[in-house]
């Protein structure tokens, strides 16, 4: 695995692992770390660093959405420019172009289902190009970018053993 | 009329990390490094085969050496990956955790009176082991200024010549120590000299992070002498399902299971299909965990460094074995629970050479590694 690759695997898995954490990992001087990141992030391969969050322990609780949209294209707008327009949605977390039975997957968030609902009729539906929308409130979250959510992680091995 | 133990049985002390385990037990906000089995769960190919064979109702006992199948596969795997070539038929048998084989051993080939060089520190089960057979421990110490490794010199100074057999577990535990092949070679002569046979714990085999696993048995003239033991317990995180094995020539085997179909009859058979669905399909998790150890394993020594604590380079296994920063391991390791609720085991359950280190066990996750180390710095500070 090459430097860049195991940073980024490294930074993937926690992405508030200190310097000196990351140099230790993987055997390089802090500085060359360094480097490697202000690489990784001039080159545009690393886009961000969020939290990942239980929203489910947060007060008020955030209302998310899975939403299946369909589009009809014509000359002057393909997929791109619709993509455009709703990424600009402060409200949207995540669009996707997908294959299958619907053409983008988008995630949506609001702090409340009336809010999203709003959001959906009001703000997406009336796109020209969206033929059809189709809207699952999001119940319960069990793992997010890898990582298992749920009360921790249970250690029933003894805590001292041969 | 009341339960007298055997002589045997009382002979052997109460196993000395039952007082930590006692004590650990106590807390219920412990971090752990005091586990001796990986954290991660088997394969899911692996577990897959285990619930498939129930589900067929495959529950009744296999032929005593093994499933035919396993054995093969067990032979085909030890060929390819440490160049240990044993007939499946003959030559192999498959017991219930690496433990029974041990146990088998001692007892197929020791006589009362008869003794043994143990290489110390070491898994605790050996010393009371050889007792049961009825022969005596000779203990040879490795030191850390070898890197816990055999060597000629430490035999020859405890005494092993004179001795029957040895024990030797390489990578080890508790010290994460290994021995390449041309660190094996003055232990496989003085062996062929003192005509020892060699009995040498390898479950630990897949787990060598600086160099390609070495076999005693793979050496000139000890293949005839040795017995090799390994199981699916740390490869491929199947502690709970208890399934070794032993390979040793015909002779050999054909002894051991002599006790082995009177007592154990066979291993069970659930883990027995996992073992086989294991070793057909499960390479690729084998070295994603490895990999895993060996980061966890980077961050436990630098942090060690960093603290001021002598810790040699551990390279197999998934333990450190540091200095303990207080004379008296047991009294560090207890006090270390009690006031920073962290669980290691002191070096000196481990036998000769042990005292003075602590075993710490990096088979948990880095983030409970990281605060762990933490506590435990400011424990020492």
Not at chain 1, 6 to 26: G, M
Not at chain 1, 40 to 52: C, F, N, P, S, W
Not at chain 1, 108 to 130: L, W
Not at chain 2, 328 to 352: M, Y
């Amino acid at each position: 695995m090459s430097d860049r690759e195991e940073i980024l695997a490294l930074l993937r898995e926690n992405a508030r692992y200190s310097t000196e954490d990351l140099a230790r990992q993987t055997d390089l001087a802090p500085e060359e770390v360094e480097a490697v990141i202000e690489e990784l992030e001039t080159d545009g391969v690393i886009k961000g660093y969020q939290a990942v969050v239980d929203w489910e322990k947060v007060e008020p609780e955030r209302v998310r959405a899975a939403v299946e949209l369909n589009v009809t294209l014509d000359r002057e707008t393909g997929y791109d420019d619709i993509a455009e327009r709703l990424a600009k949605f402060p409200e949207v977390q995540g669009l996707r172009l997908v294959s299958g039975d619907f053409d983008f997957a988008m995630e949506v968030e609001g702090d409340s289902m009336s809010e999203v609902s709003r959001f959906i009729s009001e703000q997406v539906a009336p796109v020209p190009e969206i033929t059809q929308t189709v809207t699952h409130y999001i119940m319960e979250s069990y793992k997010e970018r890898g990582v298992e959510f749920g009360d921790g992680h249970d250690d029933d091995r003894l805590s001292i053993s041969p | 009329m009341t339960f007298e133990p055997s002589e045997r049985v009382a002979g052997v002390p109460p196993s000395g990390i039952r007082r930590f385990f006692e004590i650990a037990e106590e807390y219920d906000d412990i971090i752990s490094l005091g586990v001796g089995e990986p954290d991660f769960a088997p394969p899911w190919a692996a577990r897959d085969a285990a619930i498939a064979s129930l589900e067929r109702g495959q529950t009744s006992y296999t032929a005593n050496r093994g499933m035919r199948e396993l054995r093969e596969r067990i032979a085909v795997d030890a060929d390819e990956k440490y160049g240990l070539s044993y007939d499946p038929d003959e030559e192999v048998i498959v017991t219930s955790g690496a433990s029974e084989a041990v146990d088998l051993a001692f007892r197929a080939f020791l006589d009362p009176g008869d003794s043994v060089a143990v290489a110390q520190p070491c898994y605790i089960s050996y010393m009371p082991g050889v007792q049961f057979a009825g022969a005596d421990v000779v203990d040879v110490p490795t030191r850390a200024a070898d890197e816990f490794k055999l060597t000629r010199e430490a035999l020859e100074a405890s005494g092993a010549a004179e001795a029957d057999a040895l024990v030797m577990c390489y990578p080890n535990n508790p010290t994460g120590a290994t021995m390449t092949r041309a660190e094996l070679e003055p232990v496989a002569a003085f062996a062929r000299e003192h005509d020892l046979l060699v009995f040498s714990d390898e479950i630990y085999s897949e787990l060598s992070y600086e160099h390609d696993h070495a076999s005693i048995a793979t050496l000139p003239g000890m293949r005839e002498r040795t017995v090799v033991f390994n199981g699916f317990s740390k490869a491929y995180a199947m502690t709970g399902l208890r399934l070794g094995y032993a390979l040793a020539p015909a002779d050999a085997v054909d002894a051991m299971n002599r006790i082995h179909q009177y007592t154990m009859l066979s291993a069970p058979t659930t883990a027995q299909h996992a073992a086989v669905e294991a070793l057909d399909s499960c390479g690729d998790e084998v070295r994603e965990m490895r990999a895993q150890y060996d980061r966890r394993r980077n961050f436990v020594l630098s942090r060690f460094e960093e603290m001021g604590i002598d810790c040699f380079p551990a390279a197999g296994a998934f333990y450190a074995f540091p200095e303990c920063p207080w004379a008296d391991s047991d009294e560090f390791a207890e006090a270390l629970i009690e006031e920073e609720r962290v669980a290691v085991v002191p070096g000196n359950v481990f036998g000769a050479g042990g005292e003075g280190h602590l075993r710490v066990s990096y088979a948990t996750s880095l983030g409970d590694l990281k605060e762990a180390m933490a506590r435990i710095e400011s424990f020492i500070t």
